[in-house]
């Protein structure tokens, strides 16, 4: 899970995803979104970019403009990588949806676990197993026969 308090260069994490998804959207549309806010809630990385819809649409569907790839795919292609490398975690998942009434587009990244979370959640989540200690008098889990 990631910190959005973690500062690397005196700059939180929410900031600089903020910035990197900033820098991706301009790259596949003319104008840069009004405002990029980003949330971080355990493993699920949040960003709405405001004022950002009505032009990205536009760039994509007109090709030969001055993008370099005006694809969706390429683009999330893009985000997913600007995710990683701020976070330096693998994002299994991207759900996009950008709404154009209110012209805020919402990216919503799901970051894989880290390993000492998968470590400490396989402890809690493993189910509890009636086993008990061999010795004088006790059962055998499995079998059934004393020992």
């Known amino acids: 899970m990631i910190d959005q308090q973690t500062m ?13 998804i900033g820098r991706v959207w301009a790259s596949y549309s ?4 009004s405002a990029v806010r980003t949330q971080i809630n355990g493993d699920v ?15 994509v569907a ?13 683009y999330k292609q893009d985000a997913i990588a600007a995710v990683v490398g701020v976070t330096r975690q693998r994002v ?11 012209d805020v587009a919402t990216e919503v990244f799901t970051l894989e676990p880290t390993v000492r979370e998968l470590s400490q959640s396989d402890t809690r989540e493993l189910p509890r197993r009636d086993v008990r200690r061999f010795g004088y008098g006790q059962t055998h889990w499995r079998s059934g026969l004393k020992g």
């Open 92 to 102: 299994t998942r991207l759900m996009s949806s950008h709404d154009r009434d209110t």
């Open 30 to 33: 003319p104008s840069r979104p």
């Open 45 to 59: 990385v949040t960003c709405q970019l405001v004022d950002a819809v009505a032009s990205f649409d536009r760039a």
């Open 62 to 74: 007109a090709p030969g403009s001055h993008l370099v790839r005006p694809t969706l795919d390429t």
């Open 8 to 20: 690397r260069g005196g700059v939180s994490s929410t900031t600089r995803i903020s910035e990197a």
